[in-house]
């Protein structure tokens, strides 16, 4: 098996990491192997040996010592959520942190901020720490974040969260997914507290024909905003042929392309339902 | 332990790229052994830097270990009985700034097993790997 080394410039090096995204934050150490100071093989092999014996209890320590150093029991447990992940800190004790600090913003916001959350962790949060606007708008950036969680903050009453909920689900949910139960209750407790602001997120990814006009019966007629719903091949005709007749849209720059995008659609369905195009349609 | 195979291809890898001046000063066994005895660094279960691993080489390497690794891990695997020279290292380290310097890059990157990371680079570019690689570095206790 050939496995190469890659050569790049710090600054390539730099850029492909941040493209990945959130990293694990990690803590270590640095050590000196002297090995220049060594003239005998053996203690070469010896020396590093010690080393990949002792440099985990070594970082242990250095990081109990900084621990220790902070008076501060909020800032201690939020350093320690900061490192949770690439010390393997168990779920569990995660919780135990979080209860001894639930009051404190800061320790939430970095349990909140782990790359991966542990899910009984997502749900302490929730319950102990739901007033916490900044930590739930965290919590709402995790792909691993559990739909009941989502579908709970979707009534959260801060319309920044809400409005993070329907980001949420818009960028992950596909509209040929076939939910699970919980992802469904998810989407439509957003769509009941649906605000026009939510309209990029949440129609794309429609495929329900009621919560569909649901949503459009709360959208302002812009161009942008009504464009969403005739790009959906699940929008009903009814909401189409609303669209097509609206003077608010066809007065707006960009509204007669959008309505006539409509009218080509309801067309094109009426020719492959082989019915009468002067049959009102609708559901 | 890293695969007898992989260090029989890293050591391939650096054989040409070795300084005439260091070269004729290491056999191909004295690589074989410092890569055998440098592949127990997988074994350990916590991220550090080595400022000096190459003796008279100024890079410096990064270990970067892989998160599902545990502590068991570090106990069951077994340590080697190789013998790894002081000039194996300083051959080692002096091919890889030679490839640097020819490729006109900073950074080299190796995941011998896939999991863990080493990283060799400068010491001037050190602030940029360890940003890249969300590591701090806190002090020892002494």
Known sequence: MSIKPTFQTAQQFLADRIQLGAMIKRVGVAINTKFGELGNNQRVSERLHAIIDSVFDTVQSAIDDKLSAISDESEQIAVQFIYAQSRKIAENDQLAMLMRGKSSSMVSHAAANQRHVPVAV?????????????????LLTKTNLHPNVVGTLATHPSSEVRLDVAKHIGMRMKIAENLTNEKQNAYNAIVDAYEADYADYLIPVCKRADQIQQMFDETPMVPSKVRLFVDNPYTPDRVLLDIISSTVTKLMPGGSDVIEDARKVIENRIVHRKIPNDVVLGF | MIERAIIDNATEWLMPRIPSALASTVAKADIVEALITLSELPNVAATFLIPDL??????????????????????????????????????????????????????????????????????????AVLHATGTTLLPTVS
């Open chain 1, 122 to 138: 997502q749900f302490a949060l929730l319950e102990t720490c739901g007033e916490h606007v900044s930590t739930m708008r965290t």
């Open chain 2, 54 to 127: 190459f003796p008279k080489i100024d890079l410096e390497v990064l270990y970067v270990h892989d998160i599902d690794s545990s502590i068991k891990d570090v106990i069951q695997k077994q340590k080697t009985d190789e013998r790894c020279s002081v000039p194996a290292l300083t051959a080692i380290g002096a091919a890889i700034r030679n490839e640097m310097v020819v490729t006109g890059t900073e950074v080299m990157t190796f995941k011998p097993d896939g999991l863990a990371e080493l990283i060799v680079f400068p010491p001037r570019v050190r602030a």
